[in-house]
């Protein structure tokens, strides 16, 4: 276990069924950037080549069919369904809010999704068409993908999305900044977005594609929730490398690590490169197996995707009727 | 060659999205001639292969569609020229498989090459012959045209190992399908053996993908499933009737063959072009 000059804290309660997300004594680093890198640099190294064995050994465990079905359901529960294009329209909105709700229209029993991911200037009309529904309104913010723009400007881009009726806020860290080692820079962004969030949940987006190491995911990890993060998130979804399995692994131990130390219990959102339901599953068994059965719910654990949701739907329909479906059977995007 | 030297014994594997994976189950059988020779180890495609089959298949079909006539008949007579300066191999192997002699196998080699350079000429044909411009009575141009059915399962004859494998594969491609077809179970290496063929003869990855193993542990996957717009049931033999109860759930189009299709070496005419097109007939308005 690594050792990091935090607070105190009681006993770690996992596995409770009332969890909460971000209980308000959070321990925090109030000291220096020196300080923090000391911490950060007392994690130790991830050994990449078990990090990847470990993967590869738990993406053949077997599901028993009933198992499958529900983890098909728990899945679909999980998800962000998101659109992030340039070409996002109200109806795009709206068909994605309607199929959030029904993902499918035929089976009543299929549950809704966790929530649905837009830019910030369609939160508000997604959070109308939702209505009070139990489906939450993620936004995407800070200059989302790049994070390229001064903190001012970041920070208006959440309050905004939070004024708007934003549950939740995926914002993304300075990459520039973490990678030339200005982790107080990353640090106090962080924490400055926290605080615009107010009562919305805070993702923090690693874009792990950048990130290069798996040493620096663990870093990144431990950084933002120090920070403040309720959810860490591996990608934006913009860059070519997305969620890996290995990196997902790093995160799920950061998280477990994290909730062990501190009492502070965090989810993980794997976002960008899930299209397949087999794939969904192989993260399931390996939140399982990482940071254990606790994380199994929407509360903690989360996809972040569009195409998943209808092979999720295919892979249902195929337990149930017993033969493959075709895939427009489900609405497209 | 010394005796001491290792074999070298190749194991056929399937041919699914332009790739030669072996089966997702890990599984391989070995083929047996009627004379009890060992032909070779090859894959035993498992539900699974076939359902990646599927989803290769509708993902390559769009773009063989939009292909022109002319392409289509191009990379078929690229197959046809590719199994031809491979001749002797597949004439060894159809020899083996079906217990002929060598010249016996050279001329099934030599029809079925033929039959597929057929079938190459047939692509800018079809529209000719089963479309046309329709007589009606008010302001318009009608005309119809064939369309492709889409993804089309294909159990393979278990006899005719190449003949009659290009005899039912050709057709539903040059029509402008993408084809899963389930070889011989007994006698797949002929057909394997085109698939490597077909990898070199620019055939998109996906349009055809061949799997051998059984056919009643394959068949009713594919006549279930609903992402097959048609099956050709020609080599499901007793299985014949219940794959087309099978079918019948997601309403496909069927092609059941008679004795006399099952004589490979006949004029084969249109009846398999014209199995697997869908006629879409197009109202325009003239004179106004």
């Not at chain 2, 099934?108 to 350079?117: C, M, N, P, Q």
């Not at chain 2, 070889?183 to 055809?208: F, K, N």
Request: charged share 20%; aromatic share 6%; proline share 5%.
């Amino acid at each position: 276990m690594v050792s990091l000059p935090l607070r105190s804290q009681h006993a770690p309660e996992i596995g409770g069924a009332d969890i909460t997300f971000a209980p308000p004594a959070r321990p925090s680093l109030l000291g220096s950037e020196a300080e923090l890198r000391v911490a950060l640099g007392g994690l130790s190294g991830v050994d990449a080549v078990g990090a990847n064995a470990r993967v590869a050994a738990l993406g053949t465990r077997s599901l028993k069919q009933g198992t499958k079905r529900a983890l098909l359901d728990l899945a679909i529960s999980m998800i962000d369904l998101t659109t992030l294009e340039g070409m996002d329209t109200p109806g795009k909105v709206r068909s994605l809010c309607t199929k959030a709700l029904r993902p499918d229209p035929s089976d009543p029993s299929v549950p809704h999704v966790a929530a649905v991911c837009v830019y910030p200037d369609l939160v508000e009309m997604a959070r109308n068409f939702l209505g009070d529904a139990p489906v939450a309104v993620a936004s995407v913010a800070t200059a989302f993908p790049s994070g390229r723009a001064s903190l001012n400007v970041k920070l208006a881009d959440v309050r905004e999305a939070v004024a708007a009726g934003a549950n939740e806020i995926d914002m993304v860290i300075d990459r520039g900044a973490f990678l030339t080692g200005k982790l107080g820079l990353v640090y106090d962004e962080i924490v400055a977005v926290k605080e615009a969030c107010g009562s919305a949940h805070l993702k923090v987006i690693l874009e792990t594609g950048e990130l290069v190491t798996l040493d620096n995911v663990r870093r990144a990890s431990w950084l933002s929730m120090l920070a403040g993060a309720d959810f860490i998130k591996t990608s934006t979804g913009k860059v070519p490398v997305a969620a890996t399995p290995p990196v997902v692994l790093v995160m799920l131990e950061a998280v477990r690590d994290f909730a062990e130390e501190t009492g502070v219990v965090v989810g993980v959102k794997a976002a960008g490169g899930i299209r397949s339901a087999k794939d969904a599953l192989k993260y399931l068994v390996l939140v399982n197996e990482t940071a254990g059965s606790a994380w199994l719910t929407p509360d903690l654990y989360r996809f972040g995707a569009s195409s998943l949701l209808n092979d999720l739907l295919m892979q249902r329909a195929k337990q149930r009727d017993g033969h493959y479906v075709r895939s427009d059977r489900f609405s497209g995007d | 060659m010394s005796s001491d030297r290792l074999d070298v014994r190749k194991t056929y594997k399937l041919l699914i999205n332009g790739a030669f994976p072996r089966s997702e189950s890990g599984r391989t059988y070995e083929v047996i001639a009627a004379n009890g020779a060992f032909l070779g180890n090859v894959a035993r495609a498992s539900r699974k292969d076939l359902r990646e089959a599927v989803v290769a298949a509708r993902a390559a079909q769009p773009k063989w569609q939009a292909a022109t006539a002319y392409n289509r008949g191009q990379v078929l007579y690229r197959m046809a020229e590719m199994i031809e300066s491979r001749r002797d191999e597949f004439a060894f192997h159809v020899a083996q498989s079906e217990q002929h002699n060598d010249r016996d196998a050279q001329l099934i080699v030599s029809a079925a090459i033929d039959r597929v350079v057929w079938y190459a000429g047939w692509t800018d044909k079809i529209a000719q012959v089963l479309g046309g411009t329709n007589p009606v009575a008010g302001p318009f141009f009608n005309f119809s045209i064939p369309t492709p059915t889409g993804v089309i399962g294909v159990i393979a004859p278990q006899e005719s190992s190449l003949l009659g494998f290009v005899s039912c594969v050709a057709p539903p491609l040059a029509a402008g399908n993408a084809v899963v077809v389930v070889s011989s179970t007994t006698r797949p290496i002929p057909s394997l053996l085109l698939g490597e063929v077909t990898a070199t003869a620019d055939v998109p990855g996906g349009v055809l993908n061949i799997l051998s193993g059984e056919v009643a542990e394959l068949g009713p996957v594919l006549a279930q499933h609903e992402d097959v717009d048609g099956v050709d049931l020609t080599g499901a033999g007793d299985l014949a009737p219940t794959l087309a109860a099978d079918a019948s759930g997601s309403i496909k189009r069927v092609f059941r063959a008679t004795t006399a299709d099952h004589d490979w070496a006949v004029d084969p005419g249109t009846r398999r072009l014209r199995a697997f097109v869908e006629t879409s007939t197009v109202w325009h308005t003239v004179g106004q």
